[in-house]
Nanobody
Framework: QVQLVESGGGLVQAGASLRLSCAAS?????????????MGWFRQAPGKEREFVAA????????YYADNVKGRFTISRDNAKNTVYLQMNSLKPEDTAVYYC????????????????????WGQGTQVTVSS
């Protein structure tokens, strides 16, 4: 089975930066490993639904961002380390949430990076709190 563990969250002032990490372990029943997964970041604030933040293709050649984080957040991956990152700059209080990484290893042509239901495995989340 595949497991994801997020780290790097914390309490920061508005305008500061954080880098979140998500480490993957294990493999799928079909033998796929991290380098075959589409990876995404989502976040959820108290009382709100989980929302898409960013995603990256298996090779890292394509990235996708929610409109409210474009230009501030950068997603990247290191397949040799089985890790995906989310660099968050110019943080705002509105970014306060639990951040979750997710893996999609059953993707297909025509599938969506943006849709929560596309993802197969989720981490437990890491708290990011931005004060003003």
């Amino acid at each position: 089975q595949v497991q994801l563990v997020e780290s790097g969250g914390g309490l920061v002032q508005a305008g500061a930066s954080l880098r979140l990490s998500c480490a993957a372990s294990g493999r799928t029943a079909s033998g796929r490993t991290f380098s075959n997964y589409r990876m995404g970041w989502f976040r959820q604030a108290p009382g709100k639904e989980r929302e898409f933040v960013a995603a990256i293709s298996w090779s890292g050649g394509s990235t996708y961002y929610a409109d409210n984080v474009k230009g501030r957040f950068t997603i990247s991956r290191d397949n040799a380390k089985n890790t995906v990152y989310l660099q968050m700059n110019s943080l705002k209080p509105e970014d306060t949430a639990v951040y979750y990484c997710a893996a999609d290893y059953t993707y297909y042509r025509g599938g969506s990076y943006y849709t929560e239901s596309e993802y197969d495995v989720w981490g437990q989340g890491t708290q990011v709190t931005v004060s003003s």
